[in-house]
């Protein structure tokens, strides 16, 4: 089964240094229907005017991962931490017991877009962490590049969930497949680009949840390059 999120569907947050979207209830935005998707909790689309910046705030008890597309993002937390990440990095932190971090745009000229992943762990009081890891281009282009897992297999990043994202950089025509497995989910966001996901046309923006899905699902590449990252959580 297939439920297409349309991007122009989603919660809006706009401020003279944010333009973010969001795909589950998050902050002012709420719509009942749209709470989580398995341990999926929140996909924010964030666009950060140069210099701008989310000052220091707190989590707890949550896995939280951010992926950059364009620009560069400055973190820094409580643990000591401090990276600027740039296209083709990923981040990862477990705040666990309690973390405080901000996230800058450290240009003065160019905005940074990325991706603000939260899903919720398989157990509360962790110990907090950071972990980041860089991906070279050519493991992602028309492949699944696993960039987040729970065992940290491929030099990824590990979280503390039965989760794995995947991350691909689809050319026109390329095909990918995907098994969703038995008692799993999979949830596909399209960052930039089109691609047809079994019959569905999903564009920039545009999220598909499926689940009960026995036959392989096929991803074709529309344009000249698609972006965007596979899910694949507890069905």
């Known amino acids: 089964m297939f439920y297409l999120r349309q991007a122009d569907k989603r919660g809006r947050t706009q401020t003279d240094w944010l333009d973010s979207r969001h795909t589950f209830s998050f902050g002012q935005y709420y719509d009942p229907r749209f709470m989580a998707f398995s341990d999926l909790r929140v996909i924010n689309d964030d666009v950060v005017a140069p210099s701008g910046g989310f000052g220091t705030h707190p989590h707890d008890n949550m896995e939280i991962v951010s992926v950059v597309f364009a620009g560069r993002l400055e973190h820094k937390d409580s643990l000591g931490s401090g990276s600027v ?24 000229e160019e905005s940074v877009h990325f991706l603000q992943i939260w899903i919720m762990p398989d157990m509360q009081g962790l110990e ?80 598909l949840a499926v689940y009960e899905e026995e036959r392989p699902l096929v991803v074709r590449g529309l344009d000249e390059v698609s972006n965007l990252l596979l899910f694949d959580l507890r069905g």
């Open 85 to 108: 990440i740039t296209p083709g990095e990923v981040q990862a932190m477990t705040a666990g017991t309690g973390i405080h971090h901000s996230e800058f745009n450290p240009s003065a």
């Open 128 to 207: 907090p962490s950071y972990r980041q890891q860089k991906f070279a281009p050519e493991k992602m282009k028309d492949r699944w590049c696993l960039i987040v897992s729970p065992d940290g297999a491929e030099e990824s990043l590990k979280i503390y969930q039965d989760a794995k994202i995947f991350q691909t950089r689809l050319s026109a025509g390329a095909v990918l497949e995907y098994s969703v497995g038995e008692k799993r989910a999979v949830w596909i966001q399209v960052v930039s680009g089109s691609v047809d996901v079994s019959g569905n046309l999903l564009v920039g923006g545009d999220g």
